[in-house]
């Protein structure tokens, strides 16, 4: 039996976008044709602008120092991983483009074009839009709650897939979670080929530690209840032959 699709509230692109920014910890940006990575360099101001420290020798720190106007464009690239293993472990990349300025020891990127990509296809942020967004609330917590999900109760992810429709399991040999928001959960179900993610969404948002508890309760609940409708369904069946 798969799962209601009433409830199919998903992260706004912008949010989407914010969140990807949040839980990023390396980047790399492309500046005058050359290209460099860099690691735990980077922080977010709350309006979602990028300041970037890079070191003394970089190419990069000499190309906005020297550019007219002190001022060097750049575009800033974000991959978006998935904490637990599956294929394909990039669920999206975020591309910022725009202006860098010194400010202080760090570079400043003030972005200008803001393009999200997801398996479903790239869309194109507004900056205002973008700088009024908030990440979601477990963006920060998202990795644990995932891998502590898949490692420490596989019975509980096996008990999810009783949401999901048969079509979608059909020649599964893998299910594993992907992502977890305010909004919903998300798995990962693995093929001999291929692959596809089925969306589990919550009754609502759950906007603290607690309410995602919570949510997830009512998600396993639910699947027992599915289970038990199947089990009575095949006892009928069996009885009535």
């Given at each position: 039996m798969g799962v209601s699709q009433s409830w199919s509230a998903m992260p706004a692109?912008?949010?989407r976008a914010r969140s990807v920014l949040a839980a990023a910890w390396s980047c790399a940006v492309t500046a005058d044709g050359a290209r460099e990575e860099f690691v735990g360099a980077h922080t977010v101001t709350d309006d979602g602008r990028v300041l970037l420290a890079p070191g003394p020798d970089s190419a990069l720190r000499a190309?906005?120092?020297?550019?007219?106007?002190?001022e060097s464009h750049a575009v800033l690239e974000f991959a978006d991983v998935a904490p637990v293993p599956v294929r394909h472990r990039v669920r999206a990349r975020l591309w910022l483009a725009g202006w860098f300025t010194p400010e202080g020891d760090r570079l400043a990127l003030h972005p200008t074009r803001i393009v999200l990509e997801e398996p479903s296809g790239a869309v194109v942020v507004g900056p205002e839009e973008f700088a009024a967004a908030a990440p979601d609330p477990h963006v920060t917590a998202e990795a644990h709650l995932l891998t502590h999900l898949a490692d420490a109760h596989p019975d509980a992810v096996e008990r999810l897939t009783r949401l999901v429709?048969?079509?979608?399991l059909h020649g599964a040999v893998r299910v594993r979670p992907l992502?977890?928001?305010?909004?919903?959960?998300?798995l990962r179900i693995e093929r001999l080929r291929g692959h596809g993610d089925v969306r589990l969404p919550f009754h609502r948002p759950a906007d603290d530690t607690?309410?995602?508890?919570?949510?997830?309760?009512?998600?396993?609940?639910?699947a027992s209840a599915a289970s038990c409708r199947q089990a009575l369904q095949r006892q009928r069946t069996?009885?009535?032959r």
């Open positions: 692109t912008a949010e190309a906005a120092l020297c550019a007219p106007r002190g429709g048969q079509d979608s992502a977890v928001d305010r909004h919903g959960l998300t607690g309410q995602l508890a919570e949510r997830m309760h009512v998600l396993l609940d639910q069996d009885r009535d």
